[in-house]
């Protein structure tokens, strides 16, 4: 199925806050998905017998630009073999974007992974800790302006 | 007779401990020998790879893919200059698809006889691993002859190779086959079919299918479970299409579908059906130019990819945004390790102590990838 089929049946299901699909530029065509909607519109694509989205491949937060994070969600289906992207956009300001750990078990550490190096902040999350840099670690340093400390703990981070 | 109250004991499994595979962190909360609950820590060996990525230029990117997992470089390279390729739309020559392929079923080979290796080590087998090393070693010896590195070999470019094959290469790899054909028996006989093993992975660390899909479980864990689902044969890359091959899966011959057994027994039949794919390809390597193709500036327009591979350990994907520049904008790698320790919880739970190591060990992880 794709991604114009998938869009016409969201657009059925959920009133607002679903994005007309990009398919303009090279390779990947995605969706935007409004963050408040984004646990419903998960569990829509997972549980709906025509999409059955039912594999998260990958979870990705981006520093997207100056004012905007992105979580980028690939998912896939094994039933069915068709794929999707969908995106989600939050200010920096703001960072706040529902869990979906409820809906795919693998997207626990790779939500734990985009708090720690991006900053988003996933809400209802059984778990969220950092998981790759160390608990007491300062900033989230996979965005753009981020600034590498000069002490961790009293000792001088070298380069 | 009333029962008596226990406390809780946690114990630290590693950082520095010989069966988890690198440094992992397992804090262990246990009720006597019994395992009530796991909490993994990961990131000891953290080396930023995707933020050092944005300051590299596509290329300069490759080297790092290589030491992401660090016994299966190849495969890394591979999945990232595809995705690269994609982004700009170049058709790499057939040699150049031939010989990739070829690379990376050899080191399916080598990850997957390491993996089984330690795993014998794991349960108490140190003859095994040593049969394993010495058969992996000549794996690495052709990739030593083809571009003289034996780990990490920065041997896949953007449109191509670093450079062709040389001269012998067709007539050892033929050797090296007939070399490896009577292996796998060996092994069976070895480690596969010994009584102890089996007491020590059959029936232990059981992963219910669906769960497996719910929770991102990928390659061999996966397929352990009983699912038939290969990349290669479900979302073709490269020339997969042409090579006939089998999908193993996990059948429960021992114990149940899904346990630590039937994901061992995945990787040895997988190890036959990469020998089908390397004798397949081996005699039909077109001539041609294997850097004809290769860009003087590797630039991609502005766009987003996300590439998928089936390595040894699962999938292995590589989202990529590119801003127009030399540099990509992001890079993030879905490795297949990271997303497999995450069972570790729902797979240790109820076991005992001892089983927790057995069970890590049937995941095949490599913290390289985990951490990256």
């Given amino acids: 199925m794709d991604i114009k089929e998938i869009y016409n049946i969201l657009k059925l299901a959920f009133e607002e806050g679903i994005g007309e699909p990009v398919t303009d530029k090279p390779v990947d065509p995605y969706m935007i998905i409004d963050a408040k909607n984004i646990n419903a519109v998960c569990l829509f694509l997972r549980d709906e017998e025509r999409l059955q989205f039912d594999y998260l491949n990958c979870l990705s937060g981006v520093d997207y630009d100056k004012d905007n994070l992105a979580v980028v969600y690939h998912l896939s289906s094994f039933a069915l073999n068709h794929k999707l992207v969908l995106k989600t956009m939050v200010p920096k300001t703001d960072p706040n974007v529902p869990t979906v750990s409820d809906v795919w078990a693998a997207a626990d550490w790779h939500e734990r992974e985009a708090y720690d190096l991006i900053g988003v902040i996933f809400e209802n999350h059984p778990d969220l800790r950092r998981i790759l840099c160390p608990e007491d670690w300062e900033g989230h340093s996979l965005r753009k302006d981020y600034k590498v400390p000069e002490f961790y703990n009293g000792m001088k981070v070298p380069y | 007779m009333a029962e008596i109250r226990t406390e809780d004991m946690v114990l630290n499994m590693g950082p520095q401990h010989p069966s988890t595979h690198g440094v992992l962190r397992l804090q262990l909360t246990l009720e006597g020998e019994i395992v009530i609950d796991v909490k993994p820590y990961i990131g000891y060996l953290h080396r930023c790879f995707e933020k050092h990525s944005e300051a590299m230029t596509y290329p300069q990117v490759i080297p790092y893919a290589d030491r992401m997992d660090y016994v299966n470089a190849m495969s890394n390279e591979l999945s990232y200059v595809i995705a690269v390729e994609k982004l700009m739309g170049i058709e ?50 052709l990739f030593e002859i083809t571009c003289g590195a034996r780990l990490l ?192 919880r729902a797979l240790s739970k109820g076991y005992m102590i001892a089983d927790v190591v057995m069970t890590l060990g049937s995941l095949d992880i490599v913290l390289g990838c985990i951490d990256r």
């Avoid at chain 2, 080191?107 to 993996?115: D, K, T």
């Avoid at chain 2, 059906?273 to 390397?278: D, G, L, N, V």
């Fill in chain 2, 92 to 141: 790499v020559p057939e040699r150049v698809e031939y010989i990739r392929v070829i690379m990376s079923e050899l080191q399916r080979l080598a990850s997957h006889l390491l993996a089984i290796g330690t795993y014998g080590n794991d349960a108490g087998a140190f003859t095994p691993f040593l049969y394993c090393m010495a058969t992996r070693e000549r794996v690495l010896e």
């Fill in chain 2, 153 to 344: 070999y920065n041997y896949f470019w953007v449109g191509g190779l670093s450079h062709d094959i040389p001269v012998n290469f067709q007539k050892k790899v033929k050797e090296f086959v007939e070399f490896f054909k009577p292996k796998v028996s060996e092994l069976n006989n070895l480690l596969s079919f010994n009584k102890i093993f089996i007491e020590r992975t059959a029936n232990i660390g059981i992963l219910p299918a669906d769960y497996a899909i719910n929770a991102g479980a990928a390659g061999p864990v996966l397929r352990g479970s009983g699912i038939k689902f290969d990349l290669r044969k479900n979302d073709p890359y490269s020339i997969y299409p042409k090579f006939d091959f089998d999908i193993p899966v996990g059948q429960g011959l021992k114990g149940t579908v899904g346990d630590n057994w039937d994901r061992y027994m995945v990787r040895i039949h997988e190890m036959e059906e990469s020998i089908k794919i390397i004798e397949q390809a081996i005699d039909n390597i077109p001539e041609g130019d294997v850097q004809s193709q290769i860009p003087k500036r590797v630039k991609p327009p502005v766009g987003e990819v996300y590439a998928r591979t089936e390595t040894p350990k699962g999938e292995l994907g590589y989202y990529i945004i590119s801003d127009g520049s030399l540099n990509p904008y992001r890079v993030k790698a879905r490795s297949p390790s990271f997303c497999n320790l995450s069972l570790i």
